[in-house]
């Protein structure tokens, strides 16, 4: 049987549609569904330090765990779940992972999310969910809520299982799947085999993201923010495909359609990776004993409009008003400059604006 991903979105509907999801903390132990549960395969060392909470508020110990993984990298998981059970046994609010040179991203939860409620939880780590590779590894996670199906009825609980399957090097999810897929494993004698050949091409190579995958979808009338949230957000994107002089016209354009869908952290990561391409990468006109000199430029004309891309269809809601003084980082295509503006706060802001609103200082 082929497996296939499901849409989460449509899995809500379908509930939603005659009953009212809330999510709550769950009291427990992650809820299972089966024996198909991940609990997978093979390298790696974990370590635990226990931490003893002394707020009067808390009666119970709180603890984190790390858990190491090949060439230095680490996940840190906290807030337990259920902090009474032994410490490898323990499910998770927080995981946060960690590369070898400390820099960090969370995955639960994830940039611009909140798990305030506490409906979903990481599984224990296990060495088994490393690839005998070392190159990847799965990371199980329960969805967990109640259902009404209406004033005055009884509440169920509803739990579901996702995977996540992680490039280890990169940090980029490849894939975020359920169900069948989730219960595959680590192939014996294979360095990196998960079930099946086609369930492994679908979580290591299929799914990846990659900013021109994204623009397709959203190509085919995909509503923006669920195709960015169906890739594990903006920054997972950019960890799986990174920055480059062949995608940076496609990162701008899918940074406008998140800004007009309202998608604003997103297109805010992806703005922010961009501005910091754009400084280091800029043409520059001018240098002296090898140096950077950018040119500067005031704003000539009373209200000037700032674009995500030198043409009038891509204009932002943002704009500069006379005399505001601007850096000059590119001046083509012509007609158009590429400018750093830097607010009262010190911010930059990285935009096209039309060349004959500039006067250039001498």
């Known amino acids: ?26 009291s427990a132990a992650p809820f299972r569904g089966d024996s198909a549960s ?74 611009g999310e909140s798990n305030a409620g506490g409906g979903t939880q990481m599984e224990p780590p296990s060495d ?6 070392g190159q990847y590894v799965v990371i199980a996670r329960d969805e967990q809520g109640t259902v009404s199906t209406g ?5 169920s609980i509803l ?63 995909q509503p923006a923010q669920l195709v960015i ?17 062949a995608n940076r016209a496609s990162y701008r354009k899918v940074a406008a359609v998140l800004y007009a869908a309202g998608a604003h952290n997103d297109a805010r990561l992806i703005d922010v990776a961009l501005s910091k391409a754009d400084i280091s990468s800029a043409v520059t006109p001018t240098s002296v004993a090898g140096e950077i000199e950018y040119r500067t430029a005031t704003v000539s004309v009373q209200k000037a409009m700032l674009y995500t891309l030198p043409d009038d269809g891509h204009a932002s809601r943002a704009y500069l008003v006379q005399n505001d003084t601007v850096k000059v980082l590119k001046q083509s295509p012509p007609g158009w400059a590429y400018v750093d503006y830097v607010n009262a706060a010190g911010n930059h802001l990285l935009r096209w604006i039309k060349a004959d609103q500039l006067a250039i200082v001498p």
Not at 12 to 21: D, G
């Open 229 to 245: 949230a169906d890739d594990s957000g903006a920054d997972n994107v950019l960890r799986c495909d990174p920055l480059s002089s």
């Open 1 to 26: 049987m082929k497996a296939t991903k499901p849409s989460r979105t449509s899995l809500e509907v379908a509930i939603l549609k005659n009953a009212t999801l809330t999510f709550q903390k769950p």
């Open 151 to 155: 004033p005055g009825q009884a509440e």
């Open 128 to 133: 088994g969910n490393i690839s005998p590779s």
């Open 159 to 221: 739990g579901r299982e996702y995977c996540s399957m992680i490039e280890i090097r990169t940090g980029c999810i490849t894939a975020d799947q359920t169900g069948e897929i989730c219960g595959a494993g680590w192939q014996t004698g294979q360095r990196e085999q998960w079930g099946t050949d086609e369930q492994t091409y679908m979580i290591l190579k299929r799914d990846r993201p990659s900013v021109s995958r994204l623009l397709r979808a959203i190509g085919t009338g």
């Open 38 to 111: 991940v609990h997978a395969v093979c390298i790696g060392a974990m370590f635990a330090t226990a931490m003893l909470l002394t707020s009067p508020t808390f009666a119970a110990p709180q603890s984190t765990l790390r858990f190491a993984l090949p060439g230095g990298a680490a996940i840190l998981y906290s807030k337990a779940a259920n902090p009474q059970d032994p410490l490898p046994e323990r499910a998770w609010h927080k995981a946060v992972f960690y590369f070898p040179n400390g820099a960090a991203f969370g995955l639960l939860p994830r940039s």
